[in-house]
């Protein structure tokens, strides 16, 4: 999730009669925090203020008798942090004119949690390539160009959906 708080649903019936819901939360193995008592189904509670992580969440219901029934536990991770990226090497010169057929695109990259990067090409009128690797690929070259003005950037995206763009060159 690309927020810092987690809002769960959960319901428990009984036929000997429902005493209580409770939800447990958990950091890694640290106790976070555990919701008051619901006499009553369907129960919500909402943590807030959490930290980038994983947590782990379980729910517990007992009845009047004493039984109390354990769910399996889940585990959520958050993530309220950007990516960084940027291009490195000659990657940032702009308005220069070289005689090759092909470029290198080349980034430097921070995510602990990334899903996937994309690398898009352009030339005056379209997108000409575009490759997206999800294996921290940090270079990508496209060959057999021909004569023309092209552009490129790149999009680092994580597992939480927040992503960031270098700027086209």
Sequence with gaps: FNTNSITFNCSASDNVGLQAIKIFLFNGSNFVNTTNASTSSPFWS???????????????????????????????RIDTTYPTINFTGDN???????????????????????????????????????????????IQNVTGLGDEVYTYNVTLVDYAGNKNVTSTY
């Excluded at 009047?64 to 354990?70: A, I, L, V």
Aim: hydrophobic share 35%; proline share 0%; net charge positive.
């Design 46 to 76: 909402n943590f807030t203020n959490l930290l980038d992580g994983l947590y782990i969440f379980n729910i517990s219901a007992n009845d009047t008798n004493g039984n109390t029934n354990y769910s399996i536990s889940k585990k959520v």
């Design 92 to 138: 940032a010169l702009t308005g220069i004119n070289v005689s090759r057929t092909w470029i290198s695109m080349n980034v430097s990259a921070t995510e602990a949690n990334e899903n996937n990067i994309t690398y898009r090409l352009h030339n005056s009128s379209t997108t000409i390539n575009v490759t997206t690797f999800n294996n921290s690929m940090r």
